[in-house]
């Protein structure tokens, strides 16, 4: 098998806290007078925390100095941590854990690779931690994806070449991040808005090692 690392996103592809960002994000919109819908939340996945309030203050056209955006985004940090904190290992998402197992038995590493300073908070609520073997996030990464930092880090971490790892993502900026690192990519969603990753599926309960194979054979990996 020529594949040696699997490296995942965390929000959407492991755990859906894109509602917990959502309730959060609106509650600090609302108080700020911003017409901001689940619609709008779409642009935020994958996007760091600083970009995600500029995206809704421009929603507003709010101009803030960057102190105030500063308050701002920890004030809704506060209440995004009130809400995972009560996480459970319930809301890991199906097929995931099953997906990672198999991957074990096959020898592949396993990495994660977020945006989320939240990560360590999530990994224990849900129980996961000990899953990975390198977790490369927010508090080790300093460029947000597009930019492919976070999974050569995570790679490297993990002590295996990039092309020699595939990437779960569920965002356009991850998928980005992903085929910038020179990684293979599988897309967690919809067909339409991740249609750059080699493979599209619709969650980690559509993925076995079978798929993995037949993947790296089209890209004429042996
Ligand atoms: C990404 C999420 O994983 O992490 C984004 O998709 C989020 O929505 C980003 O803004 C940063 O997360 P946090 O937990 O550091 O605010
Ligand atoms: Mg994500």
Redesign the pocket.
Known sequence: MHTKACIF????VLVDT?KY?FLAWKRLADELGVNFTETDNER??????MA?LEIILELGNRHLPVIEREKLASVK?RW?VEYISKMTPEEILPGVLDFINELKANKIKIALG?????TPLILERVGMKKLFEAVAD?NVVHNAKPDPEVFLKAAEMVGTEPSECVVFED?VAGVEAALRAGMICVGIGDQNVLSDSHLVVKGLDEMNIEKILVLEKRLGYE
């Not at 935020?44 to 925390?49: M, N």
């Open positions: 996103d965390l929000d959407g894109a960002h935020l996945k994958g996007v760091s925390r995600s940090n995004y977020s945006a989320s300073k939240n927010g965002a």
